[in-house]
């Protein structure tokens, strides 16, 4: 079974750290990882993308991605209340085949 | 606007009587799939579709069926509810690119099977 595993939280940090959220994946097939950021009782959005080993930077988010260690991580900047969210890690392969982690609540505290 | 409709948004019925939960997009997307939502499992995928007459289980079919006879379109079927189908259902929607799929989602419809 592919899975996709986070640490579910709560993660506190203060207002203007840096959030670390991570992620780890079972499929070595796997070839796209999203963060999608879900408010509570909303549907999720997707916030960043990333394809390749490295780092993905887009304004106060940077994913990064280990394939040999197969680890995804997002870390957001200047963290804002406004950021108080469930952070949702998900992997797909080549068969259109999507799998969502169970998300790590992030709260910001003022 | 670019968005995915779902509906009914909430829903309450009883054990064994059918219902439908539909879905449209008006992005002209190829893409389209369910889910449901369920504390601490995450979004589990139900049925996917890559496109018009073409369809696929996902993660979690049992109990459910879908049809996609229109690009739009991409309707829930629970023939005979169970209380185990109490969930937040999401309909989700996106191009097929060689980088993936780039889901956009619906509301949600919050099911209440008693």
């Known amino acids: 079974q592919k899975e996709v595993e986070q640490n579910s939280g709560p993660l506190s940090v203060p207002e203007g750290a840096i959030a670390s959220l991570n992620c780890t994946y079972s499929?070595?097939?796997?070839?796209?990882f999203f963060w999608y950021r879900q408010y509570s009782g909303k549907s999720p959005e997707l916030i960043m993308s990333?394809?390749?080993?490295g780092d993905k930077e887009d304004g106060r988010f940077t994913a990064q991605l280990n394939k040999a260690s197969q680890y995804v991580s997002l870390l957001i900047r200047d963290s804002q209340p406004s950021d108080s969210a469930t952070y949702l890690c998900a992997a797909q392969d080549y068969g259109q085949n999507f799998v969502f982690g169970p998300g790590t609540r992030l709260s910001v505290l003022p | 606007e670019a968005q995915v409709t779902q509906n009914p948004r909430y829903l309450i019925t009883v054990t064994g009587k059918k219902l439908t939960v539909t879905c449209s997009q008006n992005m002209n997307h190829e893409y389209m799939s369910w889910y449901r939502q369920d504390p601490g499992l995450g979004l589990r995928q139900i049925y996917y579709s890559m496109n018009v007459e073409v369809t696929d289980k996902g993660d979690v079919p049992e109990g459910y069926k879908v049809s996609r006879k229109e690009k739009r379109n991409f309707p829930l079927i629970l023939e005979s509810p169970s209380p185990n189908q109490t969930s937040l259902y999401f309909c989700?929607?996106?191009?097929?690119?060689?980088?993936?799929?780039?889901?956009?989602f619906g509301p949600g419809t919050r099911l209440t099977v008693l």
């Open positions: 499929d070595r097939g796997s070839q796209s």
């Open positions: 990333i394809y390749s080993n």
């Open positions: 989700a929607s996106s191009f097929t690119t060689y980088r993936g799929l780039q889901l956009f």
